[in-house]
């Protein structure tokens, strides 16, 4: 993988918010084409062998689920491939997901959650959900003050046994915290519907 680039490979996950539609970029190790058990490839872990596609993709978003208010529907996944920085994304692989949050709290127009990650490599990984229901205080939190659900997700993204992977190619290691902000470009777009 290309030092702070999306190459060799990604995954889009598309859902909507009660507010509108949404696109979670994470880059992977890289993409196989085989082995080929659920129909779109296949990652190679970060400890050994390989881990189905489908697989580790269904985990996640198992995991994302009981954090994403009812009013959120993931709706699908695309992976793409790069040959290098310059190239213009691929899409190689695809997959209907349909399944809603199960969170009750009640969602807020533009809030976000950004899980900041230090690397393997000691550089930042960043995973961001919007429209969710952030703490009253929009306190930033750390690992010892997660839910068990944030855990279980924090855990899942920074599993040896899967593929995820920062923009400098290396395995998402510790949460430095999560931050939960207003998203001032997502305020602004909605204000203007």
């Known amino acids: ?24 970029t994470i880059p992977v190790n890289n993409w196989l084409d085989t082995p080929n058990v659920g129909g779109s490839g296949a990652f190679p872990q970060w400890d050994a062998g390989t881990i189905d596609a489908d697989t580790m993709i269904d985990g996640l978003v198992t995991l994302m689920r009981p954090v994403l208010p009812t009013t959120t529907t ?4 695309v992976i793409y491939t790069k040959a290098d920085d310059d190239a213009i994304p691929t899409p190689v692989a695809q997959g209907p997901i349909a ?18 990650f230090r690397t393997a490599d000691f550089h930042l990984f960043k995973f961001i959900l919007l429209d969710i229901a952030p703490p009253d205080d929009f306190q930033s939190l750390t690992f010892a003050d997660l839910s068990a659900d944030n855990i279980a997700l924090v855990n899942y993204l920074r599993s040896m046994d899967n593929a995820w992977a920062g923009r400098d190619g290396s395995r998402p290691s510790q949460l430095i915290r999560l931050n939960y902000t207003l998203n001032d470009k997502l305020q602004a777009a909605y204000r203007r519907r």
């Open 1 to 24: 993988m290309t030092e702070f680039s999306l190459a060799p490979a990604f995954v889009v996950i598309n859902y909507r918010s009660f507010k509108g539609l949404h696109k979670q």
């Open 74 to 77: 993931i709706l699908d996944y």
């Open 99 to 116: 399944s809603a949050g199960t969170s009750v709290l009640d969602p807020v127009a533009a809030a976000q959650a950004t899980y900041v």
